[in-house]
């Protein structure tokens, strides 16, 4: 699933930053943005999984739950510390044209580390001082209620609910503000984004419990049909003449769109245990697995041979044919660069 959210990553970074202005205006550019909804859900719910699979692994072993909670929040410290750095990283290399406000943007990485902070309260707060079954049981329902309190209160944190009491940078991890006089959808706030690994959160302490994995054949088709019905509630939801916010944004802030994502991660989720369950995933190279196992390498690097000053192609001035075999290059170096990375780290281990 990390493979997968890089290559949906890959196509919609790299058709939105050469694609020529009478380019966009074809339906690859727009299927391109479709598909661009879909990485930083994908990222965000699998932390969220990782999160709850650690999680389980500390507490199986008799590790003490103030212990794992520290551990958890350390390690969402650490990331969001990558996430600054890679902010500070592309402003040295955008030096004398980059504003200085570009190292407190709120980016994906930015969010899955204070996501996975958060998460460590939530679980800690919740899990009570019971068994290791039963606070993960309570971990999966919390997981669930954040999730939808998230997203319910996203429209009003965009409009009606602002904290513009708070200083810009701090609002900015609220609502993705930045230095504007309203949220920006190209940020990555708590509202809605911590939804996603709160979700996978809650997914995670699910599929690693007992009474699922007694289940396993018949629980992740099952998740693929809920992730089905949640995609048609979703539609429904929005085609209806309800309406409760004063400001509905479908494509930003809607819980209805959403709905919508959450039930395309639960398909992609049952379609991958699939491909792993049935073998296909074990035949061969993999270029998903792969790129999977240095999803945090391959996003750093690729974003400065996309959009940064080392772009291989000039930016917003190519056509569908060439920005595509652009989007080849680089995922055909990215594969190589995963490669490197883990060969290097296997003979160094070894060693």
Not at 54 to 60: E, I, S
Not at 99 to 116: A, C, H, Q
Not at 302 to 309: L, P, Q, S, T
């Amino acid at each position: 699933m990390r493979g997968l959210a890089c290559i949906f990553m890959f196509q919609t970074h790299c058709y939105d930053s050469w694609l020529s202005p009478e380019a966009r205006k074809g339906g690859l550019f727009w299927w391109s943005q479709l598909g661009g909804t879909l990485p930083a859900p994908l990222f965000l719910f699998l932390a969220g999984f990782s999160f709850a699979y650690v999680t389980n692994r500390l507490r199986l072993k008799g590790v003490d739950a103030n212990h794992v909670a520290r551990q958890t929040i350390l390690r969402g410290a650490e990331v969001l510390g990558f996430g600054l750095l890679f902010r500070l990283m592309e402003y040295a290399l955008a030096w004398g044209w980059a504003p200085w406000t570009d190292l407190l943007r709120v980016d994906v990485l930015n969010m899955i580390g204070l996501s996975m902070i958060l998460m460590g309260i939530v679980c800690r707060l919740s899990a009570g001082d019971g068994s290791a079954h039963q606070a993960s049981k309570l971990n999966a329902w919390s997981g669930v209620v954040v999730a939808a309190v998230i997203s319910l209160l996203s429209p009003l944190m965009w409009t009606t609910w602002r904290p513009r009491w708070l200083p810009w940078p701090i609002e900015s991890y609220i609502n993705g503000v930045h230095t504007f006089d309203k949220p920006q959808p190209w940020l990555f706030p708590i509202f809605p984004w911590a939804a996603f690994a709160f979700v996978g959160m809650a997914a995670g302490f699910l599929i690693l419990s007992d009474w699922a994995r007694s289940r396993e054949a018949k629980l992740f088709p099952g998740a693929g049909a809920l992730g089905a019905s949640m995609i048609g509630v979703g539609h429904t939801l929005d085609a209806s003449s309800l309406q409760i916010y004063a400001v509905d944004d479908f494509w930003h802030t809607s819980p209805n769109f959403f709905l919508i994502r959450v039930g395309i991660l639960l398909l992609i989720l049952s379609f991958a245990h699939g491909w792993c369950a049935w073998g296909w995933g074990q035949k061969g190279f993999s270029p998903l697995l792969q790129l999977g196992k240095t999803s945090l390498l391959v996003y750093w690097v690729h974003i400065e041979f996309v959009y940064g000053k080392f772009s291989i192609l000039p930016k917003r001035s190519c056509s569908a044919s060439t920005a595509t075999f652009g989007l080849a290059v680089i995922c055909v170096a990215m594969v190589l660069l995963s490669m490197a990375r883990t060969r290097w780290k296997a003979r160094t281990t070894r060693t």
